[in-house]
């Protein structure tokens, strides 16, 4: 049974008193894996979602006529908004696609006028996404514990690394069974599915106008829905992934639905803890706008060089009526950025904030 929606306040969110000093080690100990990575690379790359799979372009439809609840922020006006979408695998690192792991789905919308956060100065609303409802460490003191075992792995070679992830994927699997999964299993395992084929989630919640909610972006597409039951041959191809997703592209659209599933109730639904799934019983996810990528070619070199290198995602990009919340997104506001900037002046390039989507290269 669905219930009413909650009104947004300043006070949904709870944060620790000593929230800034967890911050602050998230951030050193993210760095110094970077560090790590850039000194066996040659280059500093991404904290997290280094490797892409596909870069392109499209749009984010705006329905007309949706419920006022969810005519909020962004959507409380249908139209049509030009799109920058990045997918990507999840770990800080180039691996071979031995290691299947949590991956990643960027989205920038562009033409997006309205009151942002502090420090954003673009018409622009980003929103992160990764596969997965919830996010494994659920709070950021849960983060800088399980960052710590993260960091420690950094250096291993990589076959260690396939053999982490296949256990963990080999547990979800027997999970799967009984009905359950474990996330953090999926965060180090993740099946080895077609990136265009699975849902991608916010996990952690953020303003929705004057509600709260977390987003999903659910593919719909007959010609990706076919692809249900598609599996890499990791041993066949080190980065299948991508070529599974240019080609794709090449042949077909790609379609996701963007949908919202509202704040409903504060003991089943936790802003600050999000690894706890919010049950679609009482809240179902709701179609707020379609995301449109229509056939391309989604890897060019520049496109490689303009979104990998310089185009920065961050939750921070955003409205005011869609500000993250939470103890992960409060953290996420201050590491996006200090991983950013170090990224971008370890390789001596100049970050970009695109304002419309002609900049972003063909």
């Known amino acids: 049974m669905t219930k009413a929606p909650l009104s947004y306040h300043p006070g949904v969110e709870t944060p620790d008193p000593d929230e800034q000093a967890t911050i602050d080690g998230i951030i050193s100990g993210m760095t110094s894996q970077s560090e790590t990575v850039e ?25 007309p006529g949706l419920p006022p609840e969810l005519a909020q922020g962004l959507f409380a006006i249908s139209g049509v908004h030009p799109i920058a979408v990045r997918f990507a695998q999840g770990p800080g690192e180039y691996l071979g696609d031995r290691v299947s792991t949590h991956r990643g789905m960027s989205i920038k919308v562009f033409d997006v006028p309205g009151e942002k956060l502090a420090g954003h100065r673009t018409d622009t609303q980003d929103f992160v996404l990764a596969s997965g409802t919830t996010f494994p460490s659920g709070t950021a003191k849960g983060f800088l514990r399980d960052g710590t075992v993260i960091g420690k792995s950094t250096g291993l070679p990589e076959t260690a690394k396939s053999a982490i992830a296949s256990v963990a994927r080999n547990f979800n699997r027997v999970l799967h069974a009984f009905g359950t999964e474990n996330a953090k299993a999926d965060f180090f395992g993740h099946p080895f599915s077609h990136p265009l084929a699975e849902p991608y989630y916010s996990q952690a919640p953020l303003r929705f106008g004057a509600h709260v909610a977390k987003l999903g972006a659910f593919p719909v597409a007959e010609a990706q829905l076919a692809l249900t039951d598609w599996r890499l041959k990791p041993h066949e191809d080190e980065d299948g992934f991508r070529h599974a997703a240019v080609e794709f592209f090449h042949d077909h659209d790609v379609v996701f639905e963007l949908r919202a599933q509202l704040w409903v109730d504060p003991d089943a639904q936790p802003i600050e803890d999000a690894s706890v799934a919010w049950p679609e019983d009482i809240s179902p996810y709701r179609t707020v706008a379609i995301l449109r990528m229509p056939k391309q070619d989604a890897y060019s070199a520049a496109r490689q060089d303009f979104f990998d290198e310089r185009m920065t995602f961050r939750p921070a990009h955003s409205l005011a009526a869609h500000q993250p919340l939470g103890s992960i997104m409060r953290a996420r506001l201050q590491v996006y950025a200090a991983l950013s900037e170090f990224r971008h002046r370890q390789n001596g390039i100049v970050p970009v904030d695109p304002a419309h989507v002609d900049d972003v290269p063909a």
């Open 39 to 63: 000194e066996r690379e040659g280059h500093t790359v991404r904290a997290s979602h280094a490797k892409s799979t596909a870069l392109v372009t499209g749009t984010l439809e705006i329905p």
